[in-house]
Nanobody, 114 residues
Framework: QVQLVESGGGLVQAGGSLRLSCVVSGSTFSSTAMGWFRQAPGKLRELVAF???????NYADSVKGRFTISRDNAKTTVYLQMNSLKPEDTAVYYC????????WGQGTQVTVSS
């Protein structure tokens, strides 16, 4: 069974940065496209960024130029570097395969104050 453990969230002022990590166990991580998702209160979960097994990346328009997704196959970990954070980035952040085919982890809370 695949397990996802997200970490790195916290409270930050607008304009600040955070780096999220997600350790994946129990899967063929290196051959799986991975995604970061977020869910703000009262809103649907949305895909923020994804990275292919080969390292190609794609971002939602709302985070393009501010967020960077990366992966370390040796550590079975996917990262999300978030810069120039805005209050509207406040949400619980989750990782999953690109098409969210695994059970969700607990997520990590990101709160951006204005």
């Amino acid at each position: 069974q695949v397990q996802l453990v997200e970490s790195g969230g916290g409270l930050v002022q607008a304009g600040g940065s955070l780096r999220l990590s997600c350790v994946v166990s129990g899967s063929t991580f290196s051959s799986t496209a991975m995604g970061w998702f977020r869910q703000a209160p009262g809103k649907l979960r949305e895909l923020v960024a994804f990275i292919s097994s080969g390292g190609s990346t794609n971002y939602a328009d709302s985070v393009k130029g501010r967020f960077t997704i990366s992966r370390d196959n040796a550590k079975t970990t996917v990262y999300l570097q978030m810069n120039s954070l805005k209050p509207e980035d406040t949400a619980v952040y989750y990782c999953n395969s690109r098409f969210s085919s695994w059970h969700w982890g607990q997520g990590t809370q990101v709160t951006v104050s204005s």
